[in-house]
């Protein structure tokens, strides 16, 4: 029944189309009916992807808090200077936009924080679900599952077992020690902004390092074993050296989607207290669209500045896949 | 009436000219074969007679109407594909019915065209599997199948039988033989194998480099080759060639001398070649036959033996050292080493000048022999 | 004894390495599912078992009385000791050390207790009421469509719209083909965060602002889609789309009856990808969607969330709203997703 259903709705969009399709392939013969295939696609990208990135250099450089480009007037580099405005990089207090510059500072600790611990954790996990036990399965899924949830539900589950009468201060209390206000105090916040991103995110990270392990040949650790490796020598000198283009992989993509980190924290903790978990992305959204007067401009040369960063970031990668190949 | 003509046809990839204006006919009800080594353009010539590949220059005509500018679909072809290409994840009743389907046959008159392709194919009691539940052979009759029930003017076939195991393959020729016998339609058949060529053709086409070497009904061909690439393709196993001198030519004969001095007579027109000209004689394995030392011949060491029983085959070191192969019928005495003449009738030798092209034979076929 | 579960398939004897193991993954489970579980089952609690500290594990909710003479239900006790122990009595206000009781029997007269010598009175109470409230005062139901339209129409477009432009890379040569490749793969490599400003002008000069649509185009046309799609359609045999048109198929038919039935794994694959996509989103809605009635079921959360500090009951109720879909999605379809995700190493 249902499937009589499924069947007449897709040969009724068949139909739908046929007609104009068939058209469209004698008006333009053969071969280049790939390009109306390509059209809906290539529209779409051009107009949301594209074009938004030209329009990006003109947001930059243009001030004023109108969205409509003909209303705002042109001021060069401004912006940049205005964010680059420092006495010192490494005091945030001495910047023109020093927001900006915490934002930064956040990012970079953020970064350092959340991909150094989370590519620990995930390849232990990894390598310890690659062993040959019982309910794997159940184990993987179990680490994928946090993946799934929407950033907002993740964000609530963690407000409210750490909230002031929290689950996890019952327990401290219920231990003897005292109850913090984990998301009022700037360092702890902090700290509940890593473990919650790495918490949500760890479980992609460990799927991609299991698939690496499970592509390295088991002869290789037959011929260790007959060789009398030990097992800890076969890990440092088998397992993480075949591991390492993947390895490469994870630390790329997590570090660039560690520098584009904000949903979860966005709800968590709002990017406070004060200024202590706002992030660059934040940053961008507070200056564009939360408060007034909208500062597109800044937004936009603050999304520049990013958008080099991950490019220096993307292009070490491919520097190092490359290495990486010529070596082997 | 369809048959098929082809007018000065090229086909470049960019600036690569991989088809040199061929020219073509082929009748109607005909089954003709293209054959020739992997590359020499068979099966883009195939495909652009399908429809498949875009004609550079030159006319296509199918049952005298020019057909370069149609869609494959248009031309009233059907093709077996090598691979045999049946839709996966459709029935072999839905496979055979998806073309009929696509011209907006009535329902009735689909039924009826896959009863009666199922049934001369024996497919009946496969029609609700799916092609992966199928051995080699039925997937290949279900492609034919595929074809049949379009009844399109000309048959294309696309090297049909290479997927399949050497005796399903002359099971399936013997299919297809018959299949072209009962309903007569043109077919137009490209393989590497000169075997189903010979033994399935009206007229085999010789392919090589783009180019047309020769055409003729297979027993032409394998009786005179225009050249030497003709000869050494068409035969099995290969003609033998031996490096020789002439001695004295005319329009009777040809006296030879081989590298190891021994003289040598063929009865090949003479006309053209002058003494001391270097010249090619080439012998098939199966006209050559361990002789009395004193016979037309050439002299050879045997390296190896197979005895088949009914035939034998003696590979041998000929005069020079270039490999000969000697194809007997029944059983033979010979050992490893023997030293033998190996007697060469001048009737079926065949001489070819340097830059290939075969000196005309002057009395043909096998009655001779 | 339970070696047989704990140990390694294949393998006698179950080491101290194996113990590490089991240990790990142990507490792995604990804090994976542990902090999902938490909010499960608070959200069954009624708001006055929320505010109890320290919290209970089950949904045992403190008693509340009527008596007469008191506007307020109020909470009831048993005491353990002192004068009036073994009593019953409901609490109606706290003094320092002592509270002030009232037996419902007779509300007159009030106790004085010590309130260390009471303790609450529980019953086993799922709380309902905060699922329904959700329902009947927050307008779940709406952002839940909310979410389900866009999540439905954006997935149907990308998946349409990916295999087409895929099946025009995969199965044709044409001039600029591996132009258009390199572009949109490129894209792969600009994140959709860094063009937000300008991104939202093109919105907005649609007339896009407030409405599903604005959420919907921009996401559909994803690079890693048309990516995962054109390297499975490379696999089919370009033979049999010969075969097909020979058989009249127009080019259309070519690609809607053979590529993508034969394609459909790859697409259940994008199909999984987009509805968690779009279902989690958050940043882009949040961005083009300012009116509460067109909100997606993540930014209510979001909204609820700040305004209602208090009020947690329906707010949990309705996070475990939020993540029961892809939960159940997951429960079913766990294996493919996980393969499939690993296959192609996006998410």
């Not at chain 1, 010192?88 to 936009?97: A, G, I, T």
């Not at chain 2, 074969?33 to 195939?46: A, D, E, I, Q, Y």
Request: aromatic share 10%; glycine share 8%; hydrophobic share 50%.
């Amino acid at each position: 029944m249902l499937k009589a259903t499924a069947t007449q709705l897709y040969d009724g969009a068949f139909n739908l189309f046929e007609r104009p399709m068939l058209a469209l392939q004698r008006l333009f013969g053969q071969s280049r009916i790939a390009w109306v295939f390509l059209l809906p696609n290539l529209l779409i990208f051009g107009l949301f992807t594209f074009l938004p990135i030209i329009l990006n250099f003109v947001f930059a450089t243009t001030g004023g808090d109108r969205i409509l480009l003909d209303d705002r007037p042109f001021v060069g580099a401004e912006h940049f200077a205005s964010l680059l405005d420092c006495e010192s990089y490494f005091d945030p207090n001495s910047c023109h936009r020093d927001l900006f510059w915490r934002a930064v500072g956040n990012t970079g600790w953020f970064v350092l924080m959340q991909v150094g611990f989370m590519i620990l954790f995930s390849l232990i996990t990894a390598l310890i679900l690659n062993r040959d036990i019982v309910l794997r399965g159940f184990f993987r899924a179990v680490f994928f599952y946090p993946v799934l949830l929407s950033p907002v539900v993740v964000a609530l589950i963690w407000k409210w077992i750490l909230q002031r009468n929290g689950v996890l201060n019952a327990g401290l209390e219920g231990a003897g020690f005292g109850t913090i206000n984990w998301l009022l105090e700037a360092d702890w916040a902090f700290f509940w902004v890593v473990f919650v991103s790495i918490w949500c995110n760890m479980g992609f990270y460990v799927l991609i390092l299991l698939a690496g392990l499970q592509s390295i040949p088991t002869d290789v650790y037959e011929a260790a074993e007959m060789d009398g490796t030990p097992r800890w020598r076969s890990l440092l000198r088998i397992t993480l050296p075949l591991l390492m283009p993947t390895m490469l992989v994870v630390m790329v993509l997590s570090v660039i989607r560690a520098v584009q980190a904000f949903d979860e924290i966005y709800v968590l903790t709002g990017g406070g207290p004060g200024s202590a978990t706002t992030l660059l992305i934040q940053y961008i959204y507070d200056v564009g669209f939360a408060t007034r007067p909208r500062l597109y401009g800044l937004a936009a040369a603050a999304s520049l500045l990013m958008a080099g960063v991950l490019f220096v970031l993307t292009m070490m990668q491919l520097a190092a896949t490359r290495k990486q190949s010529g070596d082997n | 009436m369809a048959g098929v003509t082809l007018n000065g046809i090229v086909k470049e990839y960019g600036a690569v000219r991989v088809i040199h204006g061929v020219d073509l006919e082929i009748a109607d009800g005909e089954f003709c074969v293209f054959v020739g080594p992997s590359g020499c353009g068979k099966s883009t010539l195939l495909r652009m007679i399908a429809g498949l590949e875009e004609i550079t220059d030159g006319d296509l005509m199918i049952g005298g109407d020019r057909v370069n500018d149609q869609r494959a679909s248009e031309r009233g072809l059907a093709m077996v594909f090598q691979t045999y290409a049946l839709y996966p994840h459709m029935s072999v009743r839905a496979n055979l019915a998806f073309g009929l389907e696509n011209i907006r046959m009535a329902r009735a008159e689909i039924d009826s065209r896959v009863a009666e392709a199922a049934r001369m194919l024996q497919l009946e009691p496969y029609l609700d599997r799916k092609p992966k539940a199928l051995s080699g052979g039925q997937r290949q009759r279900v492609a034919i199948g595929r074809a049949v029930v379009r009844e399109p003017k000309v048959f294309l076939f696309d090297e049909p039988l290479s997927n399949l195991d050497a005796e399903l393959r002359v099971t399936m020729r013997g299919e297809i033989a018959a299949l072209h016998r009962r309903i007569g339609n043109t077919m137009i058949y490209v393989t590497h194998d000169q075997v189903e060529a010979m033994t399935m053709a009206d007229r085999i086409v010789v392919l090589r480099d783009g180019r047309i070497e020769q055409q003729g009904a297979p027993i032409d061909l394998y009786n005179r080759p225009v050249n030497k690439f003709v000869a050494g393709f068409i035969g099995s196993p290969r003609m033998n060639f031996i490096a020789c001198e002439v001695v004295e030519a005319d329009g009777s004969g040809v006296q030879l001398r081989d590298p190891s001095g021994r003289a040598l007579l063929a009865h090949v027109d003479g006309r053209g070649l002058n003494p001391g000209n270097k010249v090619e004689l080439g012998v098939r394995p199966e006209h050559l036959h361990p002789v009395g030392a004193d016979e037309n011949g050439i002299t050879a060491t045997v390296e190896n033996i197979e005895q088949l029983g009914g035939e034998s085959y003696l590979y041998c070191h000929g005069p020079d050292g270039v490999d000969v192969t000697v194809h007997m019928t029944g059983q033979t005495a010979l050992g490893r080493g023997a030293q033998v003449v190996l007697g060469v009738t001048p009737d079926l030798c065949h001489i070819f000048r340097p830059d290939g092209i075969a000196q005309p034979r002057l009395r043909l076929g096998e009655a001779v022999g | 004894m339970f070696g047989w579960i704990l140990g390694r398939r294949g393998r006698h004897g179950f080491d101290l390495t194996d113990w590490l193991a089991f240990g790990f993954l142990g507490l792995g489970v604990v804090l994976m599912l542990g902090p999902v579980l938490w909010l499960v089952l608070s959200s069954f609690k009624t708001e006055a078992a929320l505010q109890e500290y320290p919290p209970k594990f089950l949904p045992l909710a403190p008693i509340e009385r009527v008596v007469p003479g008191y506007e307020q239900p109020l909470q009831m006790f048993t005491v353990t000791a002192g004068e009036h122990a073994g009593r019953e009595l409901a609490q109606v206000r706290r003094i320092g050390l002592n509270a002030q009781m009232v037996d419902p029997a007779n509300p007159e007269e009030r106790l004085n207790v010590n309130i260390g010598d009471r303790e609450p009175l529980r019953e086993f109470g799922v709380a309902t009421e905060n699922y329904t409230g959700v329902f009947s005062r927050f307008n779940f139901m709406l952002y839940f469509w909310n979410s389900t339209f866009i999540t439905i129409v954006a997935t149907v477009l990308t998946v349409l719209f990916n295999s087409m432009a895929a099946f025009a890379l995969a199965k044709y040569k044409f001039t600029g083909r591996n132009a258009v490749f390199v572009l949109i793969i490129a894209t792969l490599m600009i994140p959709p965060t860094i063009t937000l400003v300008p991104l939202f002008l093109v919105i907005s000069q649609m007339g896009m602002v407030n409405s599903h649509w604005g959420v919907i185009w921009p996401a559909i046309a994803t690079p890693t889609g048309v990516f995962l799609l054109r390297q499975y359609m490379l696999t089919i045999p370009d033979d049999l789309l010969d075969a097909a048109r020979m058989d009249h198929a127009s080019e259309w038919r070519v690609y809607w009856k053979i590529v993508l039935p034969l394609s459909a794994p790859a697409l259940a694959v994008l199909v999984i990808f987009s509805v968690m996509w779009r279902w989690n989103e958050f940043l882009w809605p949040l961005i083009v969607l300012n009116r509460s009635e067109v909100f997606t079921l993540q930014l209510a959360l979001n909204s609820f969330q700040g305004e209602l500090q208090t009020s947690w009951s329906n707010l949990l109720a309705m996070t475990v709203l939020t993540l029961l879909p892809i939960t159940i999605v997951f429960a079913f379809l766990q294996k493919y997703i996980t393969q499939g995700i690993a296959q192609s190493g996006v998410k």
